[in-house]
């Protein structure tokens, strides 16, 4: 089985940055999709960014697309979420998840799509 854990989320101030990661264990992460999702208090959870097994393709979701970067390091089992330019309706529990498909060439929006999830980590953006 595979575990997922994140990492690096705390408070900042609007234009502010964080780093996030999350670190796989237990299982095959390398050869899977990766997508990072987020959940704001009384709202359901959306997709942020996704990056496929290789790590040549992208997608972020068009509010946070110029701002945030996904990126992979396979040979450390690591995948982070640079956050940059941060705003205060950015605040929310964010997620890092791996799609239930082994080398997967493209990537995907879709929540049920991804079949291991993290525990979560806090960002809260202070006007």
């Known amino acids: 089985q595979v575990q997922l854990v994140e990492s690096g989320g705390g408070l900042v101030q609007a234009g502010g940055s964080l780093r996030l990661s999350c670190a796989a264990s237990g299982g095959t992460f390398s050869i899977n999709t990766m997508g990072w999702f987020r959940q704001a208090p009384r709202k359901e959870r959306e997709f942020v960014a996704a990056?496929?097994?290789?790590?040549?393709?992208?997608d972020y979701a068009d509010s946070v697309k110029g701002r945030l970067t996904t990126s992979r390091d396979n040979a450390k089992n690591t995948v982070f979420l640079q956050m940059n330019s941060l705003k205060p309706e950015d605040t929310a529990v964010y997620y890092c998840?791996?799609?239930?498909?082994?080398?997967?060439?493209?990537?995907?929006?879709?929540?049920?799509?991804?079949?291991?999830w993290g525990q979560g980590t806090q960002v809260t953006v202070s006007a």
């Open positions: 998840a791996a799609h239930y498909l082994p080398l997967l060439g493209g990537t995907s929006r879709e929540m049920n799509a991804y079949a291991y």
């Open positions: 990056i496929s097994y290789s790590g040549q393709n992208t």
